[in-house]
């Protein structure tokens, strides 16, 4: 394993020299482990996955599929910051970022499709059901993805799914000002 990480940093040393830190990190790929960073005009974000080539698109801009390979991969934006957790999941993101806006998640069953909008700082989830007529929204500030149906619970700020899904977690590190 030691000598397969040290085999790769020579191979990329240009991608190995910008990763400053990775913590709390286990798995048997590592040698897969990169760092981009998505940059704006203002903001820098730091995603840890494998950038892969498949690009989709979506109305006049493209989005970008991630794959994870860190358990935890953030996002931060000033007073903010997008986690997302996952063991098996991938995710997508613009390739121009505006301050968090239209992060799809998308379960690799695919069974499930979510939708992350975020409209002058609230948060507004969307789950469709791919292959049924299911559709359910809700507003939070923290939300656990566990499956299909789902429950909010507004003190909280702690909106639910229940069912199985490969993404198990998103939201900010703090509820959102209203």
């Known amino acids: 394993m030691l000598l397969s990480?040290?085999?790769?940093c020579?191979?990329?040393?240009?991608?190995?020299?910008?990763?400053?830190?990775?913590?709390?990190?286990?798995?048997?790929?590592?040698?897969?482990?990169?760092i981009f960073s998505l940059n704006s005009k203002h903001h820098m974000?730091?995603?840890?996955?494998?950038k892969l080539k498949a690009q989709y698109g979506i109305g006049p801009s493209k989005i970008?599929?991630?794959?994870?390979?860190?358990?935890?991969?953030?996002?931060?934006?000033?007073?903010h910051q997008l986690k997302i957790k996952s063991q098996y999941g991938s995710f997508f993101l613009p390739n121009q970022l505006n301050l968090v806006?239209?992060?799809?998640?998308?379960?690799?069953?695919?069974?499930?499709?979510?939708?992350?909008?975020?409209?002058n700082m609230s948060v507004h989830l969307e789950a469709?059901?791919?292959?049924?007529?299911?559709?359910?929204?809700?507003?939070?500030?923290?939300g656990v993805f566990s499956g299909k149906s789902f429950s909010i619970d507004g003190k909280k700020q702690i909106l639910k799914i229940n069912g199985?899904?490969?993404i198990h977690f998103f939201g900010y590190n703090k509820p959102i000002p209203k």
């Open 64 to 79: 970008t599929q991630y794959n994870l390979l860190k358990p935890e991969a953030s996002l931060k934006i000033p007073r």
């Open 5 to 8: 990480t040290i085999l790769f």
């Open 101 to 119: 806006k239209d992060v799809i998640l998308y379960d690799t069953a695919p069974e499930l499709f979510y939708k992350l909008i975020t409209q």
């Open 10 to 34: 020579l191979k990329d040393w240009r991608h190995c020299k910008k990763i400053q830190k990775v913590q709390n990190f286990k798995s048997d790929h590592i040698e897969k482990v990169k």
């Open 164 to 166: 199985p899904c490969r």
């Open 128 to 142: 469709q059901k791919i292959f049924g007529k299911t559709f359910v929204s809700g507003e939070c500030g923290y």
């Open 45 to 50: 974000y730091t995603i840890f996955a494998e």
